[in-house]
Each structure stands twice: as structure tokens, then as C-alpha cells.
């Protein structure tokens, strides 16, 4: 069983989950390995057998579970960091605090065609796996034990992809992540001082503004934010307040599918397809966060060497201004 | 002139700093460029004139500035990313805060060989080294725009490291970073609560518990964490209560030398010779925290592929325990 901790001072709760590695050398080669790009990848048709069972396919013909004929499939991960079986067992250790690693890990795979990229699929086959994404939660949301849901995207090894196929992972975690707290935190804050929810504030003033603006339709803009810590650091928001992603409506998914590809393409001609995350910003399960937090996407390319102490301080350093980058995004072809 | 601004949800202030990049294809080939190990390193005694000038040297023997002689040399950052001179410039941008990116970028150049690493050194120089970063913190925190000093260092390409020969870096803030605030607020609430020191009651479970415990001296004591965000990450903690790393007793210096270069030879017989981050945490400047926090240093081995959804939520997956990786790392014959 997976081990949550909680660091005492910071209050940043760790998986530790010793499934996959262990012994010293399992770290010292640090290239993740690559699956030969033929051959045998879990994630492609007619290799369902070298995933866990399907919780989740999109047949558009019927077809059999865990079978070809599927265009969007959700599996659990075959190496999950946190297990689904069990109770939650919160103890203290001395002055610390510990809880077993129950939760949900599950992979997205957004396509049968293992040579697609998100960016280079239709929208509406991106519609397709937003809808995954929603599906999945509205499921995990009914087990009480979870109260956060983590949606995001390795693209590339250097974004920390393992498997080359293209997907999307999920976490469902028994705690909220500490960096999820602070944003809530900060929205709180602000509504407590204004009534006025402190996305919809940010999306007035870059839409007045326009110097961050990348692009927008009639129900999401995509901004570079005003500090972002990493180079063409892009957020995607609804123009409509909304907490929850997954409350979101079924007309809002078409626009998000097209202007999430619209921000990748533009990424790709400027930036010559890097790797890159992408992660779901949405509130706390069972929260009442209506009023003041505003779900969002933040999609961060790969591009610069991380300096660790990035991780130590919460400190970044960016080597161009987000106006910039915001110019050369708009100004891409595509 | 850099700028510093604030993310308005987050607190998170991020530096804009476009001297040394700006077209989106100074982000396309990613790895940095190391010089050739030989030729025109700009640390090597006889080049002093590639850098700034010095800020401090050591000199065993009399010797002219900025000229060979020296055994560590501290000198500006060639492409800093903060700006020494200037005010501070505060200001509002309708919702968002700006202010000049005003501060310090130095780098401590550790000795003078080009070929030697910090956990080769005779534990004599690396006091030395842990002298130059006193007596750097000691002049900069006359200067009241800064609030807080960070030292640390990037080892290794896949750490950060840009140059080979061996160096930390020191950057003065005219901000406390948002970890680091975090920090400083955990240990207060413990304080509030108990009228204890949070790292005092780690230290004594630690001392008692030994699970967890790499190595102590009278002075000091290595551990791995409890809640450690990566595999074999450690902390080297004094014993004694103290605040600011800059007022360490004289007799202390010896002994921190002593336990960090038995922690980083450890780290490089278990792990072949990782790259690594190390980071000084100690009080923000002109603050009252001699009570209740403690300072420290964290050392990160780089050895996983960094998802980059940790920097977005805070949130990490560890696949060694810490007791093993203690375990390992007190074992290791060096």
C-alpha cells in the first residue's frame, strides 16, 4: 500500500510508492526507457490485454469492452501511485501525520493512432476526450473517500511522458494538493474583500487589455498570465464563472476543444512542437467554492532547464515577458 | 531593468529578466551550452577578467584583486537576473503588482581547480566556501531594499548547471520567496501552538526515532526527510536553535563542513555521482523569527524525469522510502 505523508511544516502531503522502483540503481540511468515506436505499445488497438480493465471507452460503434473499436479509452495506470483498495487508516507518527495511498490513477489514452498528438487531432475528437475527462470525474466524485481530482498531460519525455501513445492521466487523491489550496486560498481572500471572484476580475482586465491575449472565442480566451513562471506559459479560462470543470455545459465542450487546439498549434508553430504539461486547474470535490474559484487550464511548454531550487522556493526566474510571448503565439500562423 | 511581479491568486512573485533570452528560438534547443573542459572557462584563475569583479576573495597570500591567488572568489552574475541599482518602483497594474526587479545575482566560485567538485574538497575549503556564503549574506543584508537572501547551488547539467566549474549561486531578494513564506508560517503556527521550534521537535524525533538519520556530529545531523518530495533528497539541520545560518557560531563552520561533505560523498557512492540541487532555507532578513524558525539545507539528488505537473500543484510522487533511502545512504562505505 502507498504511503501519504504530510511534511509537518509545509503541509505538502508526498505519495510514497515504492512499487515501481527501489533500490538505488533503479535511479542512477535517468532517461526514462521508450517503447520502440512499432511494436508492442499497451495503448494501441489489439493490445487492450496489457492494460488493466477499461473504466471508460467511447465505442462509436458497438463493440466490445476491452476489445478494438474504441476512439477514446480510460484504464487504470498499470503502475499506480496510489491504490483504489482500502481505507484511509489516518495515523500520527510521533509529531507527524501519515494516511494510507488510496486513491484512483488512471490513464486517458486520447486516441487508437499511436502516431496523433492532441494538437493534431480534430476538435471534436478533442470534444471527445474533455468529455473523458468530465465522465471519469462524475464518477470518482461519488467515492467520499476523494477530495481532489487531478486532470493532466506529460507531452514529450521531457515533460516526463514514459509511453510515446498520447494521453491524459487522473488522480484522484484523498487529500488537496497544497499548491490547489493556495490558489483556493487566494481566491477566498479576494472574494472576501470585493464579493467578486478573482478570475472573472483578471479575465475583464486582459480582455480590456489585450496585450496577454492570445486568442478567444465566445466562451474561453486563452491568456499568457500577467506572472507566469515559465517562457509561453499559457492559461485557458471560461468567460463564464464556473468552479467546476466537470459542472461545465455540454455546448461549452465544443468551444474548449477548439480553442485548447488552437492554443497547441500556435504553441507548436512558434515554439517547433515542444514538450509540454498541461493541467486541469477545478475546485475541491464536496467545497464550496462556487462563489470565488473559477476553474481554468495552464499549459506549461518544456522549454527552459529547470533549475531545482525552482522547487525549494517557489521562486522563477523567465527570460521573456509574457506581452512577448503573447505576440508571438497571436501572431503565429496556423 | 528586470521585473518582478506578483500573480495575484498565488502571491508567487516571478522575475521577468529578457537580458539573456527573447526570441522564441532561444527556447528551442534546449540543452544548455557547457564549455569544452578545457580552453576559456571564465571561473579558472588567469580568466578574472571574463567576470564582473570579485565581491570577496580569499586569499592565503596577499595578492591583487581580481587576479589569480585566490582559493573562492565571489563575483556578480555576468547575466544576472536581478539588477543591483535602482528603488524599487512599486506599483499597481489594475488588478496586478509589479515592482523593478531590483536585487543581487552573485556566484561563489568554490576553488580555483576546474576539475574539482564540492564533495571532493577537503572539508577545510568547503568551510571556507560556507564562509564566503556568511560573509556575502552578512554585507548584502546591510542593504535594506533586500528581505531575502538565497544561496544554493545547481550541480551537474540536469540540475540546472550552465557552467562546469564548480560554484553556487546567491540571489538577494527584494521579496520573500512564497515557499519560503510558507515555511516561516508553518513554523509559526507550531510556535503559536506549543511554544516550540518545529525543527527542535523533528530533530529530537529524529535523534530518538533514528530511522531516518544519514549521520550526526555534535553540531549537526543529516536526515531524509519524513514527507520527502524526491528520492533520496536530505536535510542537514544544527542541533542548536538558530534562525539565520549567517550568525552561526565560528566553531560551527567546521562541522557543517564536515556532515555536508560526508552527506554529498554518501549521495555520490550510493547514487554514482547524481546531479544535485542544494538549498540554503534560512530566515527572510529583518524579521522576528529567531523564536520559532530554524534554519536548514536541502539537498535534492536529480535523479527522476520531473513531471511537470508538480510545479502546478505542489504535488509529488516519491518511489523510495525515506528509511531505505537513510538506510542506503548511512550504509554506503565511503
Chains 1, 2 share one sequence.
Not at 12 to 29: E, L, M, Q, Y
Not at 61 to 79: D, I
Not at 99 to 113: F, K, L, R, S, Y
Not at 268 to 275: F, I, K
Request: hydrophobic share 40%; net charge negative.
Amino acid at each position: 500500500m502507498p504511503d501519504l505523508r504530510r511534511d509537518p511544516v509545509m503541509g505538502r502531503w508526498v505519495i510514497i510508492s515504492t512499487d515501481r522502483a527501489g533500490r538505488p540503481r533503479d535511479f542512477i540511468h535517468h532517461e526514462p526507457v521508450r517503447p520502440a515506436s512499432t511494436g508492442l505499445c499497451p495503448f494501441c488497438p489489439g493490445q487492450e490485454r496489457l492494460t488493466p480493465k477499461e473504466t471508460l471507452a467511447y465505442r462509436p460503434q458497438p463493440s466490445e469492452q476491452n476489445l478494438p473499436g474504441w476512439t477514446v479509452r480510460a484504464v487504470p495506470n498499470k503502475f499506480p501511485a496510489l491504490q483504489i483498495e482500502g481505507d484511509l487508516g489516518r495515523e500520527g507518527v510521533g509529531l507527524y501525520d501519515r494516511m494510507n495511498g488510496v486513491g484512483a490513477h488512471e490513464v486517458i489514452i486520447e486516441t487508437p493512432d499511436h502516431k496523433d498528438t492532441l494538437a493534431d487531432m480534430q476538435p471534436k475528437h478533442i470534444e471527445d476526450v474533455l468529455w473523458a475527462f468530465r465522465d471519469r470525474m462524475v464518477d470518482l466524485r461519488k467515492d467520499l473517500r476523494f477530495r481532489y481530482i487531478l486532470v493532466f498531460k506529460n507531452h514529450g519525455q521531457a515533460a516526463g511522458a514514459t509511453l510515446e501513445h498520447t494521453h491524459s492521466q487522473l488522480i484522484a487523491l484523498p487529500v488537496v494538493p497544497t499548491s490547489v489550496m493556495a490558489e483556493i486560498e487566494g481566491c477566498r481572500a479576494h472574494f472576501q474583500q470585493k464579493e467578486r471572484c478573482i478570475y472573472c476580475d483578471i479575465i475583464r482586465q486582459e480582455l480590456e487589455d489585450n496585450a496577454r491575449l492570445v486568442t478567444d472565442n465566445p466562451e474561453f480566451l486563452c491568456v499568457t498570465p500577467f506572472a507566469p513562471r515559465f517562457p509561453f506559459e499559457m492559461w485557458i479560462l471560461p468567460k463564464r464563472h464556473a468552479a467546476y470543470f466537470e459542472e461545465s455545459q455540454k455546448t461549452q465542450f465544443d468551444l474548449l476543444a477548439r480553442i485548447l487546439s488552437e492554443a497547441l498549434r500556435r504553441m507548436n508553430q512558434v515554439l517547433a512542437r515542444p514538450a509540454y504539461n498541461f493541467i486541469l486547474h477545478t475546485s475541491p470535490l464536496h467545497e464550496k467554492t462556487g462563489d470565488f474559484y473559477h476553474w481554468h487550464i495552464e499549459i506549461i511548454p518544456k522549454l527552459t532547464q529547470v533549475a531545482g531550487f525552482e522547487w525549494g522556493t517557489g521562486f522563477y526566474i523567465n527570460p521573456i515577458t509574457p506581452e512577448e510571448s503573447a505576440k508571438f503565439l497571436r501572431e503565429a500562423e496556423i
